[in-house]
């Protein structure tokens, strides 16, 4: 009787243990494909501080493209490939519009909580923009420090890196950078 149950038994507690580490194999997936990243200066201030230490993924976006909200990494074309962080704000398809210092996607205004009070932006005329396939609205957090889709226009999806999904340092602010 007990060779019968022990196959059972056993059997029972791969499972339990495949199930188990299928979150831990994620991760450790996730972090084999990450890029690490320092920020520097302050035009994602307050989400991101000067010297954040910062993992972005270089795979999240193979099984679902880039969401609204999500902290980037983009390879800027008119800065000689330079590196920066932006939150993105408009879509592919999507009317991206600043009026009376407000940012509206699709003729609808848009709230960004992560602001935390600042402006979305000042001392701008009316502009808009029409996402194309592909392209996507970048915005620094901080608007009135920040060089991003306001002067360089659109950025295409080819130049997004990655998504920031953890922050690794300072320790006193562990853990995601949104």
Known sequence: MAGIV???????????????NIPMLGTLSRLLTSGMYVVRGDSMAPALQERDGLLASRVDYLASPP??????????????????????????GEEVRFADSILFISGEP???????????????EEQSWTLGDAEYFVLGDNRLHSTDSRTHGPTHRSRIIGKAWFRYWPLSRWGSPV
């Open 67 to 92: 969401a609204r909200g999500d902290i980037v990494i983009v390879r800027e074309v008119p800065l000689g490939g330079r590196r920066t962080i932006k939150r993105i704000v408009g879509l592919p």
């Open 110 to 124: 848009f709230d960004e909580p992560y602001l935390h009070g600042q402006p979305h932006t000042r001392g701008l």
């Open 6 to 20: 022990s196959p059972c038994v056993l059997e029972k507690e791969t499972h339990i243990a495949t199930i188990l």
